[in-house]
T-cell receptor, first 114, second 113 residues
């Protein structure tokens, strides 16, 4: 089975600064999708950004961007100009192209310091 | 458009009892997924239902079961509750297989005493 590893249980960032959350995964598949989900305190999990493995270009959504290194099986999330509302638990997830099951990492708790 | 809804928000049971958790997917979504989110363990996949059928199951004992109704809503049943079943149970829905995003509900916090 695929595994997703988030090695940073907690991270903190000063408001307006940039922070990078790390994620690595293990798979033998060549075609798959990667996701970052955000779970604010006591609120629903929402999708932040996704990356198709066949695309070489890194995905970007406003202040959120990824660094996708397929050979290294690495998928980090960069948050620029951090805002207080970015404080949340962030989960990295993997889904194979041919299946519907998601594999999630253990999460990184991000604190934004005013 | 209404999102994924779950009920109840909180559920307190004692060891050995049964718990029933409910989920209503986004209108038009036929796939429903259940996850267990225990502290420090991330999200563990429990069950996937699509078109009323169980399509896949995670590494959980048989006392975790569920079903999907004709209106695509779903129920998760946990029998013979154990203390370690205490967790946040998340439901997610998506369009038919092939579409690649899951939408999550707010979760049900199950506490087993």
């Amino acid at each position: 089975a695929q595994t997703v590893t988030q090695s940073q249980p907690e991270m903190s960032v000063q408001e307006a600064e940039t922070v990078t959350l790390s994620c690595t995964y293990d798979t033998s598949e060549s075609d798959y999708y990667l996701f970052w989900y955000k779970q604010p305190p006591s609120r629903q999990m929402i999708l932040v950004i996704r990356q198709e493995a066949y695309k070489q270009q890194n995905a970007t959504e406003n202040r959120f961007s990824v660094n996708f290194q397929k050979a290294a099986k690495s998928f980090s999330l960069k948050i620029s100009d951090s805002q207080l509302g970015d404080a949340a638990m962030y989960f990295c997830a993997y889904r194979s192209a041919g299946g519907n099951q998601f594999y999630f990492g253990t999460g990184t708790s991000l604190t934004v310091i005013p | 458009e209404a999102g994924v809804t779950q009920s109840p928000t909180h559920l307190i049971k004692t060891r050995g009892q049964q718990a029933t958790l409910r989920c209503s997917p986004i209108s038009g979504h036929t796939s429903v997924y259940w996850y267990q989110q225990a502290l420090g363990l991330g999200l563990q996949f429990l069950l996937w239902y699509d078109e009323g059928e169980e399509r896949n199951r995670g590494n959980f004992p048989p006392r975790f079961s569920g079903r999907q109704f004709p209106n695509y809503s779903s129920e998760l049943n946990v029998n013979a509750l154990e203390l370690e079943d205490s967790a946040l149970y998340l439901c997610a829905s998506s369009l038919p297989p092939g579409y690649n995003e899951q939408f999550f509900g707010p979760g049900t916090r199950l506490t087993v005493l």
